[in-house]
């Protein structure tokens, strides 16, 4: 099945889209309050009248039905829906953000699950074992089940591979102390994929995890990203890099803020 079955697409009219077996959807809002953020969601009928769940489509910034979402401090703009090499599936935007240094802004992130989270929130829960909203259990939770989860990152500013990499490099040594042969040889891996790289404003850099123990790595000078360039199949170095974005001591606490009040208005609504 199609996201664009869920997400109204901008090919679509703004009042009605129709999906590849011809059911016909209503484009409409819902706000839930939370903390005096209003948060948009995106609902559809199907014809023949049974209720879609809604699927988040505001992690920040523009209208239902717009294709991009605008990372407000860097004015990045990240596609709603993401089909990353290595996937055949849909992902649909979560949360944005952004990372800064001294000040200085560089790079902006955007947050992805895979659509299914629009589509049976009951499954959701189940897979994840949510019984209650919290952010940490939550987000550890995610990277445990069986749900393919993206994390997007457009560089705002010029960056040598060699610096980028060490600053993931510090995210990961937090969990990891004293590395072991196979996370040696990850972390060789994940090393080897930047170094040597001049990245440029507006490069792309997707860390895609299928599963604990499977990350791919792609990189693209544009927001394309058409190969894989590297795997990690370590599960601990895969969560110490998650975790180093959704933990509790996030390098982007807006990225992991945002993606946290959209998760919860889906989760227990």
């Known amino acids: 099945m199609s ?3 869920v997400v109204p697409s901008t090919r679509a009219s703004p009042a009605f889209a129709r999906d590849p077996a ?4 209503r484009a409409c809002t819902r706000h839930l309050p939370l903390g005096g953020v209003q948060v948009r969601f995106a609902c559809g009928f199907a014809r023949r009248g049974a209720r879609r769940l809604p699927v988040a489509l ?5 209208a239902v039905g717009d294709a991009f979402v605008t990372e407000g401090s860097t ?18 935007i979560i949360g944005t953000g952004y990372r800064d240094k001294f000040f200085v802004k560089v790079y902006a992130a955007a947050f992805y699950v895979d ?7 009951e499954q959701w829960k189940e897979k994840i074992g949510i019984e209650s909203f919290d952010p940490n259990s939550v987000f550890d939770s995610i990277f445990k089940a069986p749900v393919v989860k993206s994390l997007s990152i457009i560089l705002v500013r010029d960056v040598d591979g060699k610096t980028f990499v060490n600053a993931l ?3 990961i040594a937090r969990q990891i102390k004293t590395p072991n042969a196979e996370e040696e040889s990850s972390l060789s891996t994940f ?6 790289r001049n990245l440029k404003q507006g490069t792309s850099i997707y860390l895609t995890w299928l599963e604990p123990s499977r990350m791919l790595i792609s990189i693209s000078e544009n927001q394309d990203p058409s190969q894989v360039d590297a795997e990690i199949k370590s599960a601990t170095v895969n969560y110490a890099l998650y975790d180093g974005f959704f933990g509790n001591s ?9 993606s946290a009040q959209l998760l919860e208005a889906l989760l227990t609504k």
């Open 3 to 5: 996201l664009a079955s």
């Open 58 to 62: 505001a992690a920040g910034g523009g």
């Open 22 to 25: 011809g059911s016909r959807r």
């Open 250 to 258: 996030p390098v982007s606490p807006s990225l992991r803020s945002s």
């Open 115 to 121: 659509y299914s989270l629009g589509i049976d929130t």
């Open 169 to 171: 490099n510090d995210v």
């Open 191 to 196: 090393q080897n994929t930047f170094l040597g």
């Open 75 to 92: 004015n990045v703009k990240f596609p709603r829906e993401l089909i990353v090499p290595g996937y055949t599936g849909s992902l649909v």
